[in-house]
């Protein structure tokens, strides 16, 4: 309560919020969630002045960076399959490259490098030779996405720079933090689920999300304390793999958006766009 009305306080203070930023988290094939959340988004004429993105929701987060409208990448994410960012491989790094995704990548996006970005775009991803966060900004788009998105044992690594790097997620799930170091006085995170749930595991696989999911939530105490709005949409009912049921996800990043925006219209008071983008300019293909 005592950091949420010294939040309060200083915006009180100073107006409007200059720099809204949008943290965008990591789920898999959940990130398409994040399209239904654009999408609203841009209806209601709330501004995003930058975005941030950890694995899956880095790729969202560089589509719409990139120029994409939320209907295009909606249209992109209707046709995706995991086949299209791995390819199993023997390697005993990781049991997939993700080096398809490049290509997949090239074809999706507007433009591929950060400093060509239509608004800024930030993308973390955990350094295994230091156990940090590294927050790519600058340089090749693709390699951060990759990094970003290489969830450890499932994909090998990413070699950048002489480093290693692997999830975002691992301590950065939702990329808030980076948000407000960047200079966003204002910050949207949407969470993707991901919790432990204390079940038994059964395979190996299992066991992985459990322990990364442990992980996860070690470190949500820290993004959630600097979030000024928080939209969870309800997908964990989602298989990670679920791709197929790209329309319901949508579906989900929409109503989980249009929960939350009551509080949004309160606080983004004298930010948001006199008149609302209409509903059909923002509608995704086929639902």
Partial sequence: MRA?????????????PKRVGLALGGGFARGIAHIGVLEVLEQEGVPIDMIAGT??????????????????????ASQLRLRDVGRWTL???????????????????????????????LIPATNLNTGDITVFRSGSVLDAIRASCAYPLMYQPVKIDGAYYVDGGLICVVPAEPLREAGADFIISVELGGRWTGAVPHNMLEVLGQSFA??????????????????EPQVDDYAHDA????????????????????????????????????AAAVTAAGT
């Avoid at 992980?215 to 709005?229: C, T, Y």
């Avoid at 579906?251 to 004298?270: C, M, Q, V």
């Fill in 4 to 16: 949420w009305l010294s939040s309060w306080a200083r915006r009180r203070r100073l107006g409007p």
């Fill in 55 to 76: 694995s899956s929701g880095s790729l969202v987060a560089a589509a719409y960076a990139s120029g994409l409208r939320p209907q295009q990448i909606a249209e992109a």
């Fill in 91 to 121: 390697s005993k790094l990781g049991l997939a490259s993700n080096v398809r995704m490049e290509v997949y990548l090239r074809r999706l996006l507007a433009c591929t490098e950060f400093e060509k970005m239509r608004i800024p775009l």
């Fill in 214 to 231: 442990i992980a996860v939530m070690a470190h949500a105490g820290r993004w959630r304390r600097i979030s000024d709005v928080l939209i």
């Fill in 243 to 278: 791709f197929d049921r790209y329309q319901e996800l949508i579906e989900a990043g929409r109503a989980a958006t249009r929960a939350a925006l009551p509080k949004l219209r309160e606080l983004l008071r004298g930010r948001l766009a006199a008149e609302p983008a209409p």
